[in-house]
């Protein structure tokens, strides 16, 4: 039996650059490098995972 293929994450929004990212939440370096590489660069994905935590945009 073969396991099932996953399919690659569907990017939803522009993409934020890292530093970009980092300023719109006003995040450490680390803090953000970290959620960017496991949430991938999409606004989208961001923006929803920093509304989840309770973290309103500073811009």
Do not use: N
Request: charged residues 40%; positive net charge; aromatic residues 6%.
């Amino acid at each position: 039996m073969t396991e099932p293929r996953l399919k690659p994450r569907q990017k939803r929004g522009e993409p934020y650059s890292l530093e970009e990212f980092r300023r719109k939440y006003d995040l450490s370096e680390e803090e953000a490098r970290t959620l960017h590489e496991r949430f991938g660069p999409s606004s989208i994905e961001l923006d929803l995972l920093m509304l989840a935590k309770g973290k309103p945009p500073v811009q």
